[in-house]
Nanobody, 114 residues
Framework: QVQFVESGGGLVQSGGSLRLSCATSGIIFSITRLAWYRQAPGKKREWVADIRRDGRTDYTDSVKDRFTISKDDVNKTVYLQMNILKPEDTAVYYC????????WGQGTQVTVSS
């Protein structure tokens, strides 16, 4: 059974940092393209970043140079280091494969205060 369990969110001031984690199960982690997505209040869920099996990464323009996606193939966990957070980063953050064809987890709430 495929499962994504996100954690690490919280309330942080503008300019602060958070590190999100996503524990996965039921997928062939080492060869799967993994991604972080987010959904802000009243908006559609959007893609934030992804990491390929060879470690190459890609980011949406609004988070480039601030966020870093990484993965641990042994522990089947994907991370999102978020620095210089802005109020517009406030959202529920989810991980999934890319494209996002599997069931979503519960996500983790990130709230950035100004």
């Amino acid at each position: 059974q495929v499962q994504f369990v996100e954690s690490g969110g919280g309330l942080v001031q503008s300019g602060g940092s958070l590190r999100l984690s996503c524990a996965t199960s039921g997928i062939i982690f080492s060869i799967t393209r993994l991604a972080w997505y987010r959904q802000a209040p009243g908006k559609k869920r959007e893609w934030v970043a992804d990491i390929r099996r060879d470690g190459r990464t890609d980011y949406t323009d609004s988070v480039k140079d601030r966020f870093t996606i990484s993965k641990d193939d042994v522990n089947k966990t994907v991370y999102l280091q978020m620095n210089i957070l802005k109020p517009e980063d406030t959202a529920v953050y989810y991980c999934n494969v890319e494209p996002a064809v599997l069931a979503w987890g519960q996500g983790t709430q990130v709230t950035v205060s100004s």
